[in-house]
């Protein structure tokens, strides 16, 4: 473990947890990666949802305005009363405005190309302009992202987040429009993304947040909508430090399976590389604050011999040089190979990446097991809801169990024996799409 820190940024160590041990002729490599930040979301004087002084952040809120959040009417209702409770949570200082989404996006507030200032009158603005919100036209997601970054690149500030609520089919624009517009929008700044409702497409919601390095969830009831808001906004003025990248630097001959987050959710960040010669490269883990996050790294090894070791991989913490000079390194962890011939080492599974293989597996299967049953195969959607039955009753997952208990009759845990439920709410199916990828931590 190395601990690095900087006045005016957060404190990082990383921990790596690993059996270095391979047999002879063995080659794969596992490690989790625990990142965890301290001091963040405090030093700049303001507790989570007060109105501290905190001028580095500028965020942007996306309201979907399509003609369907008119049915029920409680929907925009809700929609407004929720911004309303975000912008409340806005630290003094911070820039923000509001977008209004259809087939186009329009600025709401403050209306002027720009961003407003976060104090008592522009709140007071902000939520006068939103009583004139109304529900009217289609939806085209790609163009509030388009202008949400034109609006967050005026300001002179390294936190940058956007808040997305949709509660439709991005259907006025074509899905290559929209992952241009993510792909554009990517590195840029961050945005978390809720589905109102059980109108909208879970892989759209959920592709958004992945993208750009936020949470998605579903919020089924509008009444649930200001609380939900209120969260995600406080959660973003804890922000403290942007583009903290993971990286990995590898020796020669060393190959890299993979490299996932897989705590607090499970996101494959391997094709998200970005070279930085010699033999090392960078993968986004956008802005953090006082938080904890675990990654498995994955690399091949060549074979070596009986008593040979190897540094098999560098995991460090980069943050970008405002300057644009040096990179700052704020944390760093070695990843080791050691051949042995005592087969108890090297058959030893560390119960970290266990625990972690099971969570992406989880996962995975809920991920199968649901488009098994939206096509009808239900012989294979029983098969996989119940081997994400038994994964979860095994990892003590007991959010994603409760969760899986609305979509089948759970016989036997242990054996990941169930019946799919012949009635299945729309929204308990969503629900348990969305928050699919949520793991829970190994438990100690």
């Keep these: 473990m190395a601990n690095f820190s900087k006045s005016n940024v957060p404190q990082f160590s990383v921990d790596v947890y690993q059996n270095e041990f391979l047999p002879e002729g063995g080659r794969e490599v596992s490690a989790i990666v625990t990142v965890t930040s301290t001091g963040g979301g405090t030093s700049r ?18 309201v979907d305005c399509s003609g369907s959040m008119d049915y029920p009417p409680t929907k925009m209702r809700g929609a407004r009363d929720a911004t309303a409770a975000a912008i409340d949570a806005l630290r003094d200082g911070t820039s923000f405005a509001v977008i ?19 104090g008592p009158a522009t709140r007071g603005q902000a939520k006068d302009a939103l009583r004139r919100l109304s529900a009217g036209g289609g939806t085209a997601i790609g163009t509030w992202l388009s202008l949400a970054d034109r609006l967050l690149a005026s300001a002179e500030v390294s936190i940058r987040h956007g808040i997305l609520l949709t509660d439709g089919r991005n259907e006025h624009e074509t899905p290559e429009d929209l992952r241009a517009a993510l792909d554009a929008c990517a590195s840029r700044f961050t945005c978390d993304a809720r589905g109102v409702g059980t109108d909208w497409e879970v892989k759209e919601v959920t592709g958004i947040a992945s993208a750009l390095l936020g949470t998605a969830d579903i919020v089924a009831d509008p009444t649930g909508l200001s609380a ?3 969260t ?6 804890g922000k403290e430090v942007a583009d903290v990248a993971l990286r990995l630097w590898t020796p020669v001959g060393v190959e890299i399976a993979f490299v996932k987050q897989v705590a607090p959710t499970v996101e494959d960040l391997t094709s998200r590389r970005t070279e930085v010669p010699p033999r090392a490269g960078d993968y986004p883990t956008g802005s953090w604050g006082d ?9 091949r090894v060549p074979q070596a011999q009986i008593g040979q070791e190897m540094l098999a991989a560098r995991v460090s913490l980069i943050v970008p040089d405002p300057a644009g000079g040096t990179p700052q390194t704020l944390g760093q962890g070695l990843v080791r ?10 058959t030893s599974i560390n119960p970290q990446v266990a625990h972690y293989t099971g969570q992406a597996e989880l996962a995975q299967v809920i991920q199968q097991g649901l488009d098994a049953r939206k096509s009808g195969d239900h012989g294979g959607a029983t098969a996989k809801l119940g081997r994400a039955v038994q994964l979860a009753a095994a990892s003590g997952n007991e959010d994603t169990a409760k969760l899986l208990s609305k979509v089948v009759d759970v016989v036997d845990a242990a054996t990941g024996t169930v019946r799919l439920k012949a009635k299945v709410t729309e929204a308990d199916e969503m629900t348990l799409e969305t928050r699919s990828t949520k793991t829970v931590r190994v438990k100690k």
């Design 291 to 299: 938080e904890s996050r675990d990654y498995h790294v994955c690399v």
């Design 100 to 118: 209004a989404g259809t087939h186009e996006a329009k600025e709401v507030f403050p209306g002027n190309g720009g961003l407003a200032v976060a």
């Design 45 to 62: 004087g303001a507790a989570l949802g007060g109105h501290g002084t905190g001028t580095d952040a500028a965020v942007v809120i996306m």
């Design 228 to 230: 939900d808001f209120t």
């Design 232 to 237: 995600m906004m406080e959660n973003a003025m």
């Design 337 to 346: 190979a050691v051949w042995t011939d005592d087969m108890v080492m090297s």
